[in-house]
């Protein structure tokens, strides 16, 4: 019984519960499977990371300790292979130290060298070595002239020109830093220093797991310091620290290295002052072992949660597949035509119930589009039959001029006939012709219709004359009413604001590849600041009173449709002319329609 019903639940054919559930639970497993996988990886790399940083930097810090007591320990060699009274005399005097004139020279050098040693606890000794055999010291352990014939005395001898660093072989609690003495150019003794060997292991006590393994090896590539509580069993011999040493010599940052069948992480500094290595090996199996009980922790927990979100997404589907099956049922009364089924309210607040609301009013929408669309054609036929009346009143317009033209010409009245006859041509420019280029002659002739009507409006008269470069430039195409507003600019604020006879010249010609239009007026003139104000945008300027287009949008049009440098420049003189230049691609009707499309 039980079997049976989980058989229809699951049944990817019979049940879309069972769809769900499957679903659910395959992107519940892959989610917590990858974010488990990603957040362990992305752990054992932090902790790595860390511990590389940790070690980096706590190495860095303990080489930068080191060299400051090294540096100190410099400062004090230096004054004593300085010091005439205190070192040279007392090495350079024919004194013997067991006479009482030595054994003064000898307790000045011990004072001198007990002054310099104090308050420096990491110096257990300090010893001024001469040739002539003479032995002086402060501090422990003793020191007497046997030390001459040592391989140490041999290698500051050898090394000691500025500083010289050497760890004997062997167990012993101090590195000595050692530095000729010389007089008149000649070698008569040495000084050296013994740090603490104490000092060192504080320093360089860099330890992120227990059985981590840290070296400082000297520029001998000896032993200066290794970690001394490693198991005798796991640490490597010199020979294989001196090799690990050459393999990473360019190391910059860490690497990964097998030893005796264990992986360590293995870091390297070396020292710029001294010239000393830092090898640090750290265990991957110590380093990552609390990684390895979070991962098996994060598996436990994920078991736990993948079960619990399976039994929620087992109620969840049934729930939803509730609600749907109610929806399906109101879905199929619309798909039949019923926009007033009766309702099973969905009181649901998930995804369903919201989709049911939404489904809800979509029916009351798809009511009120319905008689929308009624209203919709009712305004249509009204607007079509308004189109049609408006197409009546241009004609109406035209019929009614061609009336008084015919009338001026009955009656003798020559002026009101060419008014009359100019309007009209006017008129069809604007009205009648839909064409968004027009060629320079058909413009001319507008404009020239347009001078015939205002051209009485004032006492003296106004006359117009064009200038063409080559007949040919009169196919080009220019866009429709581009001259004009410049010709009403340049009757109405030029010329009409004197009183003499207006001349305008309109002057075409070409120039490269472009076609170039000029209108000059003999008006007033305008000042800078007045021809800027024309061509800047949102200073309000006036449109022109027959095309409704003022200079500005003249400009801001061929600008806009052509780019740079096309477009309208001024050039005035107050008080006598006033010139507008307008500059074309020239382009002939070939090319226009390619020009018009882009503009739209």
């Not at 930097?57 to 005439?84: C, F, G």
């Not at 220093?193 to 292991?201: A, M, P, Q, S």
């Not at 981590?212 to 000297?218: A, F």
């Not at 006859?421 to 009205?431: C, D, K, Q, T, Y």
């Amino acid at each position: 019984m039980i079997l049976s019903r989980l058989r229809r639940w699951f049944s990817p054919r019979l049940n879309i519960q069972g769809k769900m559930f499957i679903a659910f639970g395959l992107v519940t497993l892959l989610s917590i499977v990858s974010v488990t996988s990603i957040i362990y990886v992305n752990m054992r790399e932090t902790i790595k990371k860390n511990a590389v940083t940790s070690v980096s930097d706590s190495i860095r810090q303990a080489d930068e300790s080191l060299n400051m007591m090294l540096q100190e320990i410099d400062r004090l060699n230096t004054v004593a292979v300085t010091s005439k009274t205190s070192v040279l005399d007392t090495l350079l005097s024919p004194h013997d130290q067991v006479s009482y004139e030595g054994f003064q020279e000898q307790k000045r050098t011990e004072e001198f060298l007990s002054g310099l040693m104090a308050y420096k606890p990491y110096i257990t000794r300090m010893a001024i070595v001469g040739l002539n055999g003479k032995v002086i010291f402060s501090g422990a352990p003793w020191l007497d002239r046997r030390f001459l014939d040592t391989e140490m005395m041999a290698y500051i001898l050898s090394n000691g020109s500025r500083h010289a660093y050497f760890k004997p072989p062997g167990d012993t609690d101090a590195i000595t830093v050692g530095r000729e003495i010389r007089y008149n150019r000649e070698t008569i003794g040495v000084v050296m220093v013994d740090l603490n060997y104490d000092f060192i292991k504080k320093t360089f006590g860099v330890r992120p797991t227990k059985d981590s393994l840290l070296y400082v090896l000297d520029a001998q590539n000896e032993f200066v310091y290794q970690t001394e509580s490693a198991p005798s069993a796991s640490t490597p011999s010199i020979d294989t620290i001196n090799a690990m040493n050459r393999q990473y010599a360019g190391l910059t940052r860490s690497a990964e290295h097998e030893l005796d069948g264990k992986s360590y992480i293995v870091v390297r500094h070396q020292s710029d002052y001294t010239g000393w290595t830092t090898l640090a090996l750290v265990p991957m199996d110590s380093l990552l072992s609390e990684s390895t009980r979070v991962r098996n922790l994060m598996i436990e927990v994920s078991v736990v949660v993948f079960l619990v979100v399976l039994l929620g997404a087992l109620q969840m589907s049934f729930r939803t597949t509730v609600n749907i099956r109610r929806l399906k049922s109101m879905m199929m009364q619309v798909k039949e035509g019923n926009l007033s089924f009766p309702r099973t309210e969905i009181r649901s607040r998930d995804e369903i119930g919201e989709l049911y609301r939404v489904f809800v009013s979509m029916v009351e929408e798809l009511k009120r589009l319905m008689e929308g669309i009624r209203v919709s054609e009712k305004k249509k036929r009204e607007a079509e039959l308004t189109a049609l009346q408006a197409q009546i009143r241009p004609h109406f317009l035209y019929n009614s001029l061609n009336t008084i033209k015919y009338l001026a010409k009955l009656n003798g009245v020559p002026n009101i006939e060419e008014v009359s006859g100019s309007l009209i041509e006017l008129m069809r420019a604007v009205l009648g012709n839909s064409n968004e280029f027009l060629t320079v002659r058909e413009e001319l002739e507008y404009v020239s219709s347009y001078v015939s009507v205002v051209k009485y409006k004032y006492m003296e008269p106004v006359r117009m004359s064009t200038q063409i470069e080559d007949r040919a430039l009169l196919e080009c195409q220019v866009p429709k009413l581009m001259l004009q507003p410049l010709v009403e600019n340049a009757i109405l604020h030029g010329i009409g604001r004197t009183d003499r006879e207006g001349n305008v010249i309109i002057r075409v010609y070409g120039e490269h590849n472009d076609l170039v239009i000029e209108v000059e007026d003999n008006g007033g003139g305008m000042t800078r600041e007045q021809m800027d104000g024309m061509l800047k945008p949102g200073d309000g300027e006036a449109s022109s009173r027959f095309s409704g287009m003022g200079v500005r949008n003249v400009h801001e049009r061929i600008f806009r449709m052509y780019g740079e440098p096309y477009g309208i420049r001024l050039f005035s003189e107050p008080g006598k002319h006033t010139k507008a230049r307008i500059r074309f691609p020239k382009l002939y009707s070939e090319e226009v329609e390619t020009i018009g499309k882009e503009a739209m």
